[in-house]
């Protein structure tokens, strides 16, 4: 026989061999992406495979002759599941997708312990792992709570439902109420008793609604067939992790799929006495007495809205500022709520950093003193509080989930997870959702729309990505803001400012008359884009319930809205949003925009 | 000084066990008015047999608050007497009204019924497995087996009758 021949017969009784010995070979080439993406699959099954490297091997170009006459197909990758040929990356895909391939792959295949396991049960995580079971999926979701450094903690639910938007908005509302009792007596209320506030009954009524959620989502997780766990989660393989109880015990648990959902923690100081006598919002809704004067650090959405209801319970507020105020928002606004807090008796500290903390005496509260340096001069500032609220932004738990062990990359800077436009981490079969993300909105119904959307991609064939374009949102200052879009800086860096018109208005709530307060504080601005049909590419307003009058505009914009729509609208009068149906100064025309009458 | 402190977290241990039952079974066994599904006790003695429903201990510890599942097996589940099972929670406003009421009605049967007190945030793992979902849930238990149960505010008649009807009067 002549020596080809021989080859032939060789190469054709090795690919017989491999076929028959293992459970999956792919024949394939390594810079191939269609082999990779095979190989991607079987790795997510978590199922062994035998590469054969075809551009590797010496004679590859034979085996691919080989395998054309065996199989009639030239290229790779060429799969073959428990002998049989299986055929390229397509009909693998599709093989996947109705299950033609977990049936030839047998029973091993579904050896994980979960579909999913979700870490982190807030936001996100409750939203990703309760649509998924309602699909049919088995699925577990473990949340655990650190305790802060102080020893507060609490129960299911995440961030938003225990120390962030609800408390949060609860304390906001005490602090309107505040207003409106002093509203009240210009309106004819009489009432002789001076108006106290006492700490501990808000803190205990909030408290119990936040007590009573946590039960009402324990109890959607059962009535879902969700499994919880109430342990902290870490990665030690790449679909395995350890889980570890309260009391120290550890269980390991396997899925095909993960989904990190882990959220953010406050960021401390990194200066003596910070941990041992600072307080930040993780610990402010639960403190236990009312925490006097108080100096709020840091100048985030989250330090502005805790010092504004704090001076509305009518404390003494000092709110130490690096820099700017609400960076990332559209300045002009934000200034404009920094002033009415200033107006409202909360004093800002500008251009100071802390550098330490020392407490004076212990107590509750006790008695702290506090030593700032300028940010630009030598100047010292020492100060004397009750408390002091850390509130210089927070930092996503990521460090200690055993990311390294799964192989997912977290930007070092931050400890963020890139994902692509489907949430998918560099590991294809770990996504991540919520305030983890880099460079995506840090808001409750984001994590929640992300979560249910990847849960339905993942599990019932839809193609339905989140959309965080034109997200709207609202700071819950005393004065509060809402917008949705663009600030004008951005619009401005994006569009450029000779394609923008920005049309703005100051307003006076008819409920502000009577009792003759912030007249013409209250402030209106969309910002069209010339070049589309003057589409409102942002939208802001400062004033009174924002939150419910932006999520309207929201909609609209989700529509993409025009001037001239507003325009067309017709307004509810007398309402403060009735301002966006009428405005006709432009900001370039610098014409009044002070308001009188209707 | 900050509030609440570890203890206050809801726990619950993976459902597994020999004696767990699925939330909907629960619920489903709770209208009819036997079900064997919630019978792991070997206890067939009668509950009115005077000997049995009057013993001195009972009478000390005739509304208890239950500490573990292991207790509640040992005291609820095995009890000889028929027991009433207050699920309830601290943050929970009604149950601060019923509970007082409950003992007021137990307290009237001299000893031929107890009480047990479940915090569900404390036991959540027993609460979830009753089938709990709001609270204040009462439920009433004889050996071992779910026999009525009510979720909500009940005034002090309709409780007396709710316990006459759980020690057969
Ligand atoms: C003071 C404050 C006010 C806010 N106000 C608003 C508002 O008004 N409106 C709004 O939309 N958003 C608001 N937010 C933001 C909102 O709370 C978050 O965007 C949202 O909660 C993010 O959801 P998430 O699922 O990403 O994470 P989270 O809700 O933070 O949940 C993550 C959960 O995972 C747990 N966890 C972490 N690591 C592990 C682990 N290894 N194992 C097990 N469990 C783990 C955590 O304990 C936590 O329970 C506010 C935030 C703060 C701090
Ligand atoms: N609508 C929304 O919810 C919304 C909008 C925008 C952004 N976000 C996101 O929300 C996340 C968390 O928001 P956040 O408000 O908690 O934090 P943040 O936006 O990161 O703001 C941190 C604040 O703390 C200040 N700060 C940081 N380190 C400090 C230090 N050492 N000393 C003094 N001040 C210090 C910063 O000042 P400097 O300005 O000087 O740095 C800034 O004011 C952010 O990461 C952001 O991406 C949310």
């Not at chain 1, 990332?328 to 200033?342: L, P, S, V």
């Not at chain 1, 800086?489 to 569009?495: F, G, N, T, V």
Request: proline share 4%; hydrophobic share 35%; charged share 25%.
């Amino acid at each position: 026989m002549p020596p080809v021949e021989t080859e032939h017969g060789q190469i054709k009784a090795r690919i017989r061999e491999l076929v028959d010995t293992n459970r999956v070979v792919i024949f394939s080439k390594s810079y191939c992406p269609f082999c990779k993406k095979v190989k991607a699959l079987f790795e997510e099954l978590n199922v062994t495979c035998e590469v054969l490297e075809l551009d590797l091997i010496e004679n590859g170009s034979s085996y691919q002759d080989v395998l054309t006459e065996m199989t009639g197909q030239k290229t790779v990758p060429n799969v073959f599941v428990n002998k049989t040929h299986v055929g390229g990356c397509d009909k693998t895909m599709q093989a996947y997708k109705d299950g033609h391939l977990q049936q030839l792959l047998g029973a091993e295949s579904t050896a994980y312990d979960y579909d999913l396991i979700v870490i982190g049960g807030g936001s996100g995580g409750l939203a990703c792992s309760k649509e998924a079971a309602a699909l049919g999926k088995r699925v577990m979701v473990l949340d655990y709570v650190v305790p802060t450094p102080l020893g507060t903690t609490w129960g299911l639910g995440g961030t938003c439902v225990n120390v962030g938007c609800i408390p949060k908005k609860l304390m906001h509302q005490t602090a309107l109420l505040h207003t409106a009792l002093e509203d009240a007596r210009k309106f004819g209320w009489e009432f002789s008793e001076a108006v106290s506030h006492n700490w501990e009954t808000m803190k205990t009524a909030v408290n119990n609604y936040i007590g009573s959620l946590n039960w009402g989502y324990r109890v959607s997780l059962r009535d879902k067939s969700v499994e919880y766990t109430n342990a902290y989660a870490e990665f030690v393989e790449p679909h395995k992790i350890k889980a570890t109880n309260k009391r120290g015990k550890e269980t390991f648990y396997t899925a095909a799929k993960f989904v990190l959902a882990t959220g953010e923690r406050p960021r401390y100081l990194g200066i003596p006495g910070d941990k041992e006598y600072c307080i930040t919002s993780d610990d402010l809704f639960y403190l236990s007495y009312c925490p006097g004067k108080t100096l709020v650090i840091g100048a985030s959405y989250v330090a502005l809205e805790c010092g504004g209801f704090l001076a509305g319970l009518g404390l003494d507020v000092t709110i130490m500022v690096r820099s700017i105020l609400l960076r990332g928002f559209d300045q002009d606004m934000a200034n404009r709520a920094g002033d009415h807090m200033e107006t409202h008796g909360v004093k800002f500290l500008r251009q100071f950093v802390p550098i330490k903390v020392e407490q004076l005496e212990a107590g509750t509260p006790g008695r702290l003193k506090v030593t700032a340096k300028s940010t630009e001069t030598d100047e010292l500032f020492e100060g004397e509080y009750n408390t002091v609220l850390i509130a210089v932004g927070r930092d996503a738990c990521t460090g200690s989930i055993g990311l390294d062990k799964a192989g997912v990359k977290v930007n070092s800077k931050n400890g963020k997870v890139p994902v692509n436009d489907e949430e998918q981490t560099n590991v294809p079969h770990i996504y991540a959702i919520g305030d983890i993300l880099e460079g995506k909105w840090e808001l409750t119904p984001v994590a929640i729309q992300a979560g249910k959307l990847l849960a339905r991609r993942l599990f019932a064939g839809s193609s339905v990505k989140c959309d965080y374009v034109n997200v709207p949102t609202t700071v819950f200052t005393p004065l509060e803001y809402g917008s949705c879009g663009l600030s004008e800086e951005k619009a401005i860096e994006y569009h450029g400012e000779e394609n923008l018109e920005i049309f703005h208005s100051l307003f006076w709530p008819l409920e502000f008359t009577i009792p003759g307060r912030d007249n013409n504080r209250c402030y209106a601005k969309i910002i069209c884009n010339k070049l589309d049909s003057d589409r409102v590419i942002g939208f802001h307003y400062l004033g009174p319930n924002a939150g419910e009058v932006t999520q309207g505009f929201g909609a609209a914009m989700k529509c993409g809205v025009t001037k001239e729509q507003l325009d067309n609208t017709i307004g509810i009068h007398p309402t403060c949003a009735e301002i966006f149906t009428t405005m006709e100064v432009t900001k370039r025309s610098g014409g009044d925009i002070k308001q009188s009458g209707c | 000084m900050a509030a609440r402190l570890l203890v206050r977290r809801t726990w619950a241990v993976s459902v597994k066990g020999f004696r767990r039952l699925p939330a909907a079974a629960a619920a489903a066994a709770s209208s009819s008015s036997r079900s064997s599904s919630l019978n792991t006790s070997a206890h067939t003695r009668s509950f009115l047999s005077p000997s049995r429903s009057l013993p001195l201990s009972s009478h000390r510890c005739i509304s208890f608050n239950v500490q573990d599942h292991d207790d509640f097996t040992e005291r609820v589940i095995n009890s000889d007497l028929p027991v009433l099972v207050d699920f309830h929670a601290q943050w929970c406003g009604p149950c601060k009204i019923l509970g007082p009421r409950l003992e007021k009605a137990i307290g009237k049967q001299k000893g031929r019924v107890a009480m047990a007190k479940v915090d569900i945030d404390e036991h959540t793992d027993l609460a979830i497995e009753y089938g709990v979902s709001a609270v204040p849930t009462v439920i009433a238990m004889r050996d071992g087996n779910i026999i009525d149960q009510f979720v909500g505010i009940k005034d002090e008649d309709q409780l007396d009758s709710f316990v006459n009807k759980l020690i057969g009067q």
